[in-house]
């Protein structure tokens, strides 16, 4: 999630949806009674020509009822403010918020609400992959998102074979240009390409300058150098960022049932998990996004009192197979602390 503008004592933010994991974090923070601030569109009839066209309308309106199917939030609400002197004031108006749209939203925020906006905005970095393709003196970079790719340049004078001296401390000197630029982006992995053998020596120059760095690092092969390898890798990145989201599914959800199949550490449905709330023994909360969708009310307390009291949170995905699995246990579970 991108804050365009954050005043909180001034009970406003300004933000761009930028992934569904932020539609999440927005659903979670919209209340019945907070103004929401967009563009939208209404039709207007033109009398002369006897037809309608659709034109653009900022509107601001008081939230009423809301609901998110995971992959846009619905909102209805009765508009309170409008760019438009034609719409009528306090009459209903519905729409819709998805990936790349900008909101402006007005509310009272208490502490819980600061919370999830600090983990959205946190959470951004961990859906986000650096890609580097390395040639002789030129690097190109891609910051990939979910649904965009930001691309940058680097170019370093080298030199030729004829022009040797000093060529190491040229390469190195480049290689650190790109090593600062790449410092710059918080992400959860950085995919090193390149067709020759230039991604092997930027990595050896990695594991001398930065080992913390090198740690988020993995190397692919492309058959292109600049743009077009870039291209060639995002394919496989896309894959990548799904695979991760499955495997860190996979591993609660395989724990849980460890910890179920000796009677062990675990609990599941949703009054037990609110048993061992009770017991401040939650040490992980897992639950599907359906359930949040169909418990949002008890899903919301239950989350802020499992972080009051230290433990952590993971939404599994009901579309995966470990999601499904959390499902038919009832959807909401807890990995606890201690047996109770």
């Known amino acids: 999630m991108k804050f365009l503008a954050k005043n909180i004592r001034g009970n406003f933010i300004k933000v761009k949806i930028e992934n569904i994991d932020d539609l999440w974090w927005l659903n979670n923070l919209i209340e019945e009674g907070d103004l929401i601030k967009t563009k939208t569109y209404r039709r207007k009839k033109m009398e002369d020509v006897g037809k309608s066209e659709r034109e653009i309308v900022i509107i601001k309106i008081s939230v009423e009822k809301f609901e998110f199917n995971g992959k846009i939030i619905h909102v209805i609400g009765k508009i309170v403010e409008s760019s438009d002197e034609d719409v009528p004031l306090h009459s209903y108006h ?37 890609i580097v393709v390395v040639d002789e003196g030129t690097a190109n970079i891609a910051l990939l998102k979910d649904v965009r790719v930001e691309y940058s340049e680097i170019s370093g004078n080298i030199g030729g074979k004829k022009n040797m001296e ?50 988020i690092c993995v190397i692919e092969n492309t058959g292109n150098c ?28 395989s724990q849980l049932m460890y910890e179920i199949s000796k009677d062990g550490r675990c609990c599941y449905s949703l009054s037990d998990v609110q048993t ?52 038919a246990l009832g959807g909401i579970a807890g990995l606890l602390r201690f047996k109770i």
Do not use: P
């Not at 390469?171 to 991604?199: P, Q, R, T």
């Not at 239950?302 to 999601?323: L, Q």
């Open 94 to 130: 519905s729409f819709n918020i998805s990936v790349d749209d900008i909101i402006a939203i007005e509310k009272n925020f208490n502490d819980y609400h600061i919370e999830i906006l600090k983990e959205a905005e946190k959470g951004n970095f961990l859906r986000q992959i650096l």
């Open 276 to 327: 061992a709330l009770n017991y401040g023994a939650i040490d992980v909360l897992l639950l599907t996004n359906r359930f949040f969708n169909e418990h949002r009310k008890e899903c919301v307390e239950i989350i802020k009192a499992v972080k009051n009291k230290g433990g952590e949170i993971h939404i599994a995905d009901s579309e995966n197979e470990a999601g499904m699995q959390l499902d």
């Open 166 to 215: 000093g060529r190491d401390k040229r390469k190195a000197d480049f290689y650190g240009n790109v090593l600062n630029f790449i410092k710059k982006f918080s992400v959860y992995k950085i995919i090193i390409g390149g067709a020759g053998f230039e991604k092997e020596n930027f990595y050896e120059f990695l594991k001398e300058k930065d080992k913390e760095i090198l740690k």
């Open 226 to 253: 600049g743009v077009n390898g870039i291209k060639e890798i995002i394919g496989r990145s896309k894959h990548l960022i799904k695979e991760m989201n499955v495997v860190e599914d996979a591993k609660f959800i």
